[in-house]
């Protein structure tokens, strides 16, 4: 039993996994501190993000009274989200991609895609060899 757990714990799988849930949480700070020193005030310079907290939809219910439908918190998520996104992939993403790009280059590697073949190519393909299979009738 200790034997497969120490065979479980040290596959690569598991400490891949342990170090980006490490990294994911320092990351997290990164991307909070930019948004929130940033972004949250590129956004306040067009309207005061704060008051989308309190956008409520009053909704008469059946018993006379209303129910709140706090829907500015739903926007503030939204837009919360969109902006680490953004950050996240013009801060940190795309420059990552840039450099492996520019090291591949360096390396001489490049990237060939390779074209996958038409819908009547593979017909033709399949007609083939079926045609091969199937025995001549005179």
């Given at each position: 039993m200790i034997?497969?757990?120490?065979?479980?714990?040290?596959?690569?799988?598991?400490?891949?996994?342990a170090v980006a849930v490490v990294i994911g949480a320092a990351f997290t700070g990164i991307v909070t501190a930019i948004v929130n020193g940033f972004i949250n005030p590129l956004i306040a310079l067009v309207f005061q993000a704060e008051t989308l907290n309190g956008i409520v939809v009053p909704v008469p219910n059946l018993s006379g009274g209303t129910t709140d439908f706090p829907i500015g918190l739903i926007f503030a998520a939204v837009i919360n989200f969109i902006a680490?996104?953004?950050v996240v992939y013009f801060v940190f993403v795309y420059p990552m991609n840039r450099l492996k790009e520019r090291a591949a280059a360096k390396q001489g590697i490049a990237e060939e895609a390779e074209a996958l073949p038409s819908e009547a190519e593979l017909l033709i393909q399949i007609r083939d060899l079926l045609e091969k299979q199937t025995p001549s009738r005179p």
């Amino acid at each position: 039993m200790i034997k497969g757990f120490k065979e479980f714990v040290l596959r690569g799988n598991v400490i891949d996994l342990a170090v980006a849930v490490v990294i994911g949480a320092a990351f997290t700070g990164i991307v909070t501190a930019i948004v929130n020193g940033f972004i949250n005030p590129l956004i306040a310079l067009v309207f005061q993000a704060e008051t989308l907290n309190g956008i409520v939809v009053p909704v008469p219910n059946l018993s006379g009274g209303t129910t709140d439908f706090p829907i500015g918190l739903i926007f503030a998520a939204v837009i919360n989200f969109i902006a680490v996104a953004i950050v996240v992939y013009f801060v940190f993403v795309y420059p990552m991609n840039r450099l492996k790009e520019r090291a591949a280059a360096k390396q001489g590697i490049a990237e060939e895609a390779e074209a996958l073949p038409s819908e009547a190519e593979l017909l033709i393909q399949i007609r083939d060899l079926l045609e091969k299979q199937t025995p001549s009738r005179p």
